[in-house]
Protein backbone atom coordinates (compact mmCIF):
# COMPACT_ATOMS: atom_id res chain seq x y z
CA UNK A 1 0.00 0.00 0.00
CA UNK A 2 1.12 2.96 -1.14
CA UNK A 3 -0.20 6.78 -0.69
CA UNK A 4 2.17 9.51 -2.47
CA UNK A 5 0.81 13.32 -1.83
CA UNK A 6 1.58 15.63 -4.01
CA UNK A 7 1.34 19.38 -5.09
CA UNK A 8 2.99 21.28 -2.40
CA UNK A 9 4.85 24.85 -2.58
CA UNK A 10 4.46 28.78 -1.83
CA UNK A 11 1.74 30.45 -2.13
CA UNK A 12 0.93 33.74 -1.14
CA UNK A 13 -1.84 34.86 1.52
CA UNK A 14 -5.45 34.59 -0.11
CA UNK A 15 -4.30 31.99 -2.68
CA UNK A 16 -5.09 28.71 -3.82
CA UNK A 17 -3.23 25.37 -3.89
CA UNK A 18 -4.60 21.59 -5.10
CA UNK A 19 -3.11 18.89 -3.50
CA UNK A 20 -3.15 14.99 -4.37
CA UNK A 21 -2.90 11.85 -2.89
CA UNK A 22 -2.48 8.94 -5.35
CA UNK A 23 -3.14 5.50 -3.43
CA UNK A 24 -1.55 2.30 -5.18
CA UNK A 25 -4.22 0.01 -3.97
CA UNK A 26 -7.17 -2.11 -5.31
CA UNK A 27 -8.98 -2.16 -2.04
CA UNK A 28 -8.81 1.29 -1.30
CA UNK A 29 -12.92 1.93 -2.41
CA UNK A 30 -13.72 0.52 1.21
CA UNK A 31 -11.66 3.15 3.17
CA UNK A 32 -11.53 6.60 4.10
CA UNK A 33 -9.37 9.04 2.66
CA UNK A 34 -7.90 11.59 4.92
CA UNK A 35 -5.85 14.71 5.10
CA UNK A 36 -3.80 15.60 7.88
CA UNK A 37 -1.33 18.70 8.40
CA UNK A 38 1.49 19.29 10.87
CA UNK A 39 3.33 22.06 11.44
CA UNK A 40 6.40 22.86 13.16
CA UNK A 41 6.16 22.01 17.21
CA UNK A 42 2.56 21.20 16.79
CA UNK A 43 0.65 18.52 16.99
CA UNK A 44 -0.88 16.45 13.37
CA UNK A 45 -3.96 17.40 13.19
CA UNK A 46 -7.03 16.42 10.77
CA UNK A 47 -8.27 18.40 8.06
CA UNK A 48 -11.06 16.61 5.77
CA UNK A 49 -11.54 13.01 5.31
CA UNK A 50 -13.75 11.43 2.37
CA UNK A 51 -15.41 8.25 2.14
CA UNK A 52 -14.93 6.52 -0.93
CA UNK A 53 -18.48 5.10 -1.12
CA UNK A 54 -20.66 7.03 -1.49
CA UNK A 55 -18.72 10.25 -1.03
CA UNK A 56 -19.81 11.52 2.11
CA UNK A 57 -17.22 14.23 3.65
CA UNK A 58 -16.33 16.09 6.95
CA UNK A 59 -13.76 19.06 7.59
CA UNK A 60 -12.08 20.45 10.60
CA UNK A 61 -13.81 24.03 11.42
CA UNK A 62 -10.47 25.43 10.51
CA UNK A 63 -10.62 25.15 7.23
CA UNK A 64 -14.39 24.34 6.24
CA UNK A 65 -15.50 26.52 3.80
CA UNK A 66 -11.73 27.58 2.63
CA UNK A 67 -10.79 23.75 1.76
CA UNK A 68 -12.78 20.62 -0.39
CA UNK A 69 -11.79 16.77 -0.25
CA UNK A 70 -12.88 15.24 -3.60
CA UNK A 71 -11.87 11.95 -5.13
CA UNK A 72 -11.65 10.31 -8.50
CA UNK A 73 -12.30 6.67 -8.24
CA UNK A 74 -11.13 6.23 -11.69
CA UNK A 75 -7.69 7.10 -10.52
CA UNK A 76 -7.72 6.60 -7.40
CA UNK A 77 -6.73 10.01 -6.24
CA UNK A 78 -7.75 12.21 -3.43
CA UNK A 79 -7.59 16.02 -3.88
CA UNK A 80 -7.71 18.91 -1.58
CA UNK A 81 -8.73 21.98 -3.36
CA UNK A 82 -7.58 24.82 -1.24
CA UNK A 83 -8.55 27.86 -1.35
CA UNK A 84 -7.97 31.67 1.09
CA UNK A 85 -4.98 30.27 2.13
CA UNK A 86 -3.41 31.76 5.27
CA UNK A 87 -0.27 31.63 6.98
CA UNK A 88 -1.97 29.58 9.40
CA UNK A 89 -2.35 26.98 6.80
CA UNK A 90 1.71 26.81 6.87
CA UNK A 91 2.20 22.84 7.36
CA UNK A 92 3.08 19.93 5.96
CA UNK A 93 0.33 17.84 4.72
CA UNK A 94 -0.07 14.16 4.60
CA UNK A 95 -2.84 11.83 3.16
CA UNK A 96 -3.86 8.64 4.95
CA UNK A 97 -6.14 5.77 4.56
CA UNK A 98 -8.05 3.39 7.01
CA UNK A 99 -11.20 1.65 7.68
CA UNK A 100 -12.87 3.56 10.87
CA UNK A 101 -12.97 7.43 9.14
CA UNK A 102 -12.11 9.50 12.27
CA UNK A 103 -10.39 12.77 12.95
CA UNK A 104 -7.33 11.02 14.72
CA UNK A 105 -4.54 9.91 13.48
CA UNK A 106 -5.20 6.44 15.23
CA UNK A 107 -8.41 5.87 12.72
CA UNK A 108 -5.70 5.70 10.15
CA UNK A 109 -3.45 2.88 9.44
CA UNK A 110 -1.38 4.08 6.10
CA UNK A 111 0.09 7.24 5.61
CA UNK A 112 1.62 8.91 2.84
CA UNK A 113 5.48 10.80 3.11
CA UNK A 114 3.78 14.76 3.47
CA UNK A 115 4.02 17.57 0.99
CA UNK A 116 4.82 21.11 2.35
CA UNK A 117 2.74 23.89 1.81
CA UNK A 118 3.73 27.12 2.63
CA UNK A 119 1.78 30.45 2.83
CA UNK A 120 3.62 33.95 2.91
CA UNK A 121 1.87 36.96 4.49
Known amino acids: VQLQASGGGLVQAGGSLRLSCAVS????????MGWFRQAPGKEREFVAA????????WYADSVKGRFTISGDNAKNTVYLQMNSLKPEDTAVYLC???????????????WGQGTQVTVSS
Open 96 to 110: AAGPRGGITTPDYNY
Open 25 to 32: WRTASRYI
Open 50 to 57: IRWSGGST
